[in-house]
């Protein structure tokens, strides 16, 4: 537990958060800057002066990877996934001005389940991103069970998942010409930017 932490290391100006923690640790926080409340997840706790403040430079970092690969066409996205890592996806979206489905194994209000998804869904949708551990390894051979044969050159595929570098989603959409990209760069990005946050440089 984060308090167990704090007293055992007193001086900690800092620390990172992963899943499944980013939504619970939030409880343990004086405060949280307004993304990281609009999005509800934390990855990025900041101490001083026994002050504890929680951030979200999960959306830094994608946002940053993800507007380099963007293109006219690039005007609807599919999230895969409906889980934490998915929060800071739907935000940038929004940001972006870029409307998106989420899709999930379980209906819901809002979103779309796997069987669902027609071709018709795909070409419309020129970005996915997957935000499960699908394909995660050690299971590498999975992957988001979607109809791979309605994407093309049009489509660009981001996958937050880094290991290995190539998932079998990010390969099946190379294979068929679309643009893909893994989430090793996100990763350095949001460290990036935890970092700043530490220092004083935000």
């Known amino acids: ?73 690039h005007t609807q996205a599919l999230v895969l996934g409906n889980g934490g890592a998915s929060r800071a996806v739907v935000y940038v979206l929004k940001q972006l001005g870029i409307t998106f489905q989420q899709v999930s194994r379980d209906k819901d209000a809002d979103g779309l389940t796997y069987d669902e998804i027609t071709h018709g869904i795909i070409k419309e949708h020129t970005i996915i991103i997957n935000t499960t551990t699908l394909g995660m390894y050690p299971d590498i051979n999975a992957a988001p069970p979607i109809p791979y044969e309605a994407i093309g050159p049009q489509h660009l595929l981001y996958d937050l998942i880094y290991n290995p570098e190539e998932t079998e989603f990010l390969a099946q959409g190379r294979s068929r010409g679309a643009v893909t990209k893994n989430g090793f760069e996100m990763l350095q990005l949001q460290a990036e930017a935890s970092w700043d946050i530490w220092t004083g440089n935000k």
């Not at 509800?40 to 959306?59: E, M, P, Q, W």
Request: net charge negative; with cysteine; charged share 15%.
């Open 1 to 73: 537990m984060l308090p167990d932490l704090l007293r055992t290391h007193p001086n900690l100006e800092g620390l990172n958060v992963t899943t499944p923690y980013k939504g619970s640790v939030i409880a343990y926080l004086h405060e949280t800057d307004a993304i990281a409340y609009e999005i509800g997840a934390v990855n990025c706790i900041s101490i001083k002066s026994g002050h504890i403040t929680g951030y979200n430079t999960d959306a830094t970092g994608f946002e940053q990877s993800l507007n380099p690969l963007l293109q006219p066409q």
